[in-house]
């Protein structure tokens, strides 16, 4: 009997703090979440590489579509904070020989605030916006998913030709995804 009444008076001891305190069994807190930024960059090909070291005649222009796509993800933390894909390249080019980039609009599996494309961008050592105002998206992955690069080779004379097979000039292009 003794037992009983000190569980009893200790259950009644309990229930006035319960009620008073509003637990209704659950409780609850707050939790500060971050997103880190990200910004990571790809560049794919829906086919073998190919090399584009050599003329065998003569043009003004040659337009070079590959397939080759530029993919990315990119996690801002301000609203109006945005990212964009440089280029620039490494190596000299010969003289009156031409480089140029293009990309085409944004396509694919993506989703977010894909970039915008610029005009033909005549390839230096100096890196150039090639897609500007990305903000937090991702492009999907792989062939189709991005932006598709073009490139043009441009000369104004035979003898710039000759001398680009002769020297076997290798140039490297840089793409970087910035701030």
């Known amino acids: 009997m003794k037992k009983a009444f000190v569980a009893i008076s200790f259950v009644l001891f309990l229930v006035p703090f319960s009620?008073?305190?509003?637990?209704?069994?659950?409780?609850?807190?707050?939790?500060?979440?971050?997103?880190?930024?990200?910004?990571?960059?790809n560049i794919v090909h829906n086919g073998d590489s190919k090399e584009y070291t050599s003329f065998h005649k003569p043009r003004p222009r040659n337009d070079i579509t590959d397939g080759h796509w530029i993919n990315y993800s990119s996690i801002v933390n301000q609203e109006n904070s945005t990212r964009s894909v440089m280029v620039a390249i490494?190596?000299?080019l010969p003289v009156g020989v031409y480089l140029s980039v293009q990309t085409t609009s944004y396509q694919g599996n993506g989703n977010g605030k894909t970039g915008v494309p610029s005009e033909k961008i005549n390839l230096s050592e100096i890196p150039q916006a090639l897609i500007t105002d990305i903000g937090s998206c991702y492009t999907g992955t792989g062939s189709n998913n991005g932006h598709m690069i073009s490139?043009?080779?441009?000369?104004?004379?035979?003898?710039?030709?000759?001398?680009?097979?002769?020297?076997?000039?290798?140039?490297?292009?840089?793409?970087?995804?910035?701030?």
């Not at 509003?22 to 910004?39: D, E, I, L, W």
């Not at 080779?153 to 076997?168: D, R, Y």
């Open 90 to 92: 490494l190596g000299k």
């Open 19 to 41: 009620v008073l305190s509003g637990n209704s069994g659950s409780v609850s807190h707050k939790v500060n979440v971050s997103v880190p930024k990200v910004a990571l960059i």
């Open 151 to 179: 490139y043009a080779i441009e000369t104004c004379q035979q003898e710039n030709i000759k001398n680009f097979n002769e020297i076997g000039q290798l140039v490297r292009i840089v793409y970087t995804l910035t701030d």
